[in-house]
């Protein structure tokens, strides 16, 4: 892995699959930097599970990353159009697949179990029928869109027009730790 150098990461985008932990490491990588986090998913999830249009969900986003610094926590590949002009870093979570499911069940039973609202203000909360038993079940889209995620990203990765990021792909929690120790 290549030098963490705190300059590049000034505004910075962690993403990965569901479950793969982007949530905890964004708190801690906004808070060692001292700049502001931004969930894409608080962003665009309203109550009851309204999901939001593009106009409004693209309208938030840009003002979000209108900031000079952020650590901005998500995948949502149609807001690249507005992130990557302005992204300094990306990070990749890229854990194995056992990792991810084990680490997004673990998760989902904690949410169920706490009760807790995800997002401030919208009343949203995991439960057992919207987990498991649902085809809307964030586990079962964790499942289904593991591998198109690591595709999509090792393109990134490669991709000339991304040339002027920085790209980090993180394999374990174990070089997790380490890039964030490195700051």
Known sequence: MKKVEKK???RVHVVGSSGSGKTTFSKILASKLNI???ELDQIFWGPNWKQSSDEIF???VQKAVSLEAWVLDGNYT???H???KKVTAIVWLDYSYSRILVQAICRSFTNIIN????WPNTGNKETLRLTFFSKESI?????TNLGKIKRKYEFLSTDPAHKHISFY???SPKEANNFLNGI
């Open 8 to 10: 590049s990461l000034i």
């Open 36 to 38: 502001p986090r931004i």
């Open 58 to 60: 693209f309208e938030r």
């Open 78 to 80: 149609r807001t690249m």
């Open 82 to 84: 507005i992130t990557r």
């Open 115 to 118: 009760g807790k609202e995800i």
């Open 139 to 143: 586990l079962l889209w964790t499942i």
């Open 169 to 171: 792909r993180l394999r």
